[in-house]
């Protein structure tokens, strides 16, 4: 099974042995045989493990087998624990759904982390066979038809050569030792109902199915393949993001034709729903401010455009800078603060938005930062009467999710900077200015 092995990630240009690949591992005998597989063949990797919480001690004895893998191959090991059924819950959607989600965002997030160049999972051919059939009992697009990709982006399924029963019976050979999931045998999973109920009835008719299955799911990723080409071609040219939000111009995807299935396929990385993505072209012609959740992300129907943020943007209160600070943290961008120096006759006041240039006799440590609420005012620059924040942000046309992700710097309990956006006009920079401050937000 090793020749096979490596043939497959060679024929598939999976990944090289010079690069390092995070292993999926859940103690199951898939994972396991995976584990051996990349041992023998002197790949460098790590073990990551999820503890789903879903069957109390034996999830956590399902770690502590994989814990002792690691041991095993010298390798390092990585876990984490989702509280899945309480995501499942609050999102409306499956465990096995909500476990999906979990566990590849925290891959990626540790596949960084890690230095790794890829994400291996040890789905197989049966798990192909499966997933199509799954689809297409629940309804699916062309993604669905396809079933497993060998090679997706970072993620790499080195195993789709093999059937169940070559797994087995290289365990057997091997004498290799793996965890059995009693969730497994269970019908009330709907993969489960597919692989102890139906599939057995349809191998009636065709004894070679996985294999069957696989030669058209093969043809069927060649096919998806020239449509993702074009996506990505629409995606760069309608699409961009910012460190806060990702935007998309809607109107561009009334031009198009089958605007529903490519705007599905332009918000697919964000867990949108087919039906939810219907929902979102008929609000096209609606009045801003419509707003869709997914599990993941929030999209609200801008004036122009669609803005998706993420749902775990960095929650922030406030923070108190003292003087002589000189970077900190405003949700996921940096604020820098600069030297006060003194003005110059040639100096000249920059106006990007992102740099505020103060006069620093009239600023006052220490500042405050935080987000803004209900009821603030400030006096923007060019304009000598107040104006309540919450008017200036309809004016700027700032998206009702990032409005949320506003922050202020305030002196002595006065505004002077909106930040990113808008400096106070009673602390501008005038003839009479000896000393400047200059504050930078990246």
Not at 66 to 80: A, E, G, M, N
Request: one cysteine or more; hydrophobic letters at 40%; charged letters at 25%.
């Amino acid at each position: 099974m090793l020749n096979e092995f490596l043939t497959f990630i060679n024929k598939h240009h999976l990944v090289q042995p010079t690069q390092k690949v995070l292993l999926a591992v859940s103690g199951g005998m898939d994972s396991v045989v995976m584990c051996d597989l990349f041992s023998k063949a002197k790949f460098d990797f790590v073990i990551a493990h999820c503890n789903f919480g879903l069957r109390g001690e034996e999830s956590n004895e399902d770690e502590m087998f994989v814990k002792k893998l690691s041991i095993k191959y010298k390798v390092p090991f990585v876990t984490t624990t989702f509280q899945t059924a309480d995501f499942a819950e609050n999102e409306k959607i499956s465990t096995q759904m909500a476990a999906r989600i979990l566990r590849y965002e925290w891959f990626e997030k540790t596949r960084k982390e890690q230095s790794c160049e890829f994400i291996a999972t040890a789905h197989h051919q049966n798990d192909v066979l499966e997933t199509v059939l799954l689809n297409l009992t629940k309804g699916t697009g062309i993604a669905g038809l396809h079933g497993i990709k060998a090679k997706n982006g970072r993620i790499i399924r080195p195993l789709l050569f093999a059937e169940k029963d070559m797994i087995f019976d290289y365990v057997v050979e091997n004498q290799i030792i793996w965890r059995e999931d009693s969730s497994n045998e269970s019908n009330k999973y709907q993969r489960n109902l597919i692989r102890n109920e139906v599939v057995p009835l349809l191998k009636q008719i065709n004894p070679n199915l996985e294999h069957t299955i696989q030669q058209t799911v093969e043809r069927i990723a060649a096919v998806e393949d020239i449509f993702e080409q074009e996506i990505e071609m629409l995606r760069k040219q309608i699409t961009w993001s910012d460190s806060q939000a990702v935007f998309v111009n809607y109107k561009a995807i009334q031009t198009i034709s089958q605007p529903v299935i490519k705007l599905s396929e332009l918000l697919k990385p964000y867990h949108f729903t087919y039906q939810q993505c219907q929902d979102i072209f008929e609000a096209f012609d609606k009045e801003a401010g419509k707003t869709f959740l997914s599990p993941t992300h929030t999209l609200v129907k801008d004036r122009t455009e669609l803005v998706i943020t993420a749902k775990n943007l960095e929650s922030f209160v406030s923070q108190v800078i003292e003087a002589g600070s000189r970077q900190l943290a405003v949700g996921n961008r940096q604020l820098t603060i600069g030297e006060v120096f003194e003005k110059t006759e040639d100096f000249v006041v920059p106006t990007a938005k992102k740099v505020a240039c103060l006069d620093a006799n009239k600023v006052r440590f220490p500042l405050q930062l935080r987000k803004w609420k209900e009821g603030d005012w400030f006096c923007p620059l060019g304009m000598n009467k107040k104006k309540l924040i919450s008017d200036f942000l309809i004016d700027q046309k700032v998206p009702l999710n990032l409005k949320k992700e506003v922050y202020l710097l305030t002196s002595n309990g006065s505004i002077v900077w909106v930040i990113g956006m808008r400096i106070d006009d009673r602390f501008k920079v005038t003839d009479k200015t000896e000393r400047t401050i200059l504050l930078e937000i990246e």
